[in-house]
């Protein structure tokens, strides 16, 4: 089994900053990529930002340019750095990981959730 554990989040102003961090712990065998997703209530949840095993990146839209997604590999950890906050950032913001267990068994694992509120 794979565990996700998140840490960080809270309460910002706007233009504030914040710093996510999830570390994955487990039956590892090799980790495809590790990402921050998040959901406003009455709202899909959405890809925040996203860092595969190559080091290639993904931001959305709304986030480019603010957010900072970092890679530890050794660790197994994700960062995110969150700058210049707005309150349409408020969120709860998960820990996402696509990770092969075994050679031949791969899985997609989510963290337990952190709320990050912005206030105007």
């Known amino acids: 089994q794979v565990q996700l554990v998140e840490s960080g989040g809270g309460l910002v102003h706007a233009g504030g900053s914040l710093k996510l961090s999830c570390a994955a712990s487990?039956?590892?065998?090799?980790?495809?990529?590790q990402g921050w997703y998040r959901q406003a209530p009455g709202t899909q949840r959405e890809l925040v930002a996203s860092v595969n095993a190559g080091g290639g990146i993904d931001y959305a839209d709304s986030v480019r340019g603010r957010f900072t997604i970092s890679r530890l590999n050794a660790e197994n950890t994700v960062d995110l750095q969150m700058n210049s906050l707005k309150p349409e950032d408020t969120a709860v913001y998960y820990c996402?990981?696509?990770?092969?267990?075994?050679?031949?068994?791969?899985?997609?694992?989510w963290g337990q959730g952190t709320q990050v509120t912005v206030s105007s």
């Open positions: 996402n990981a696509r990770i092969y267990t075994t050679p031949f068994s791969r899985g997609e694992y």
């Open positions: 487990g039956s590892i065998f090799r980790v495809v990529a």
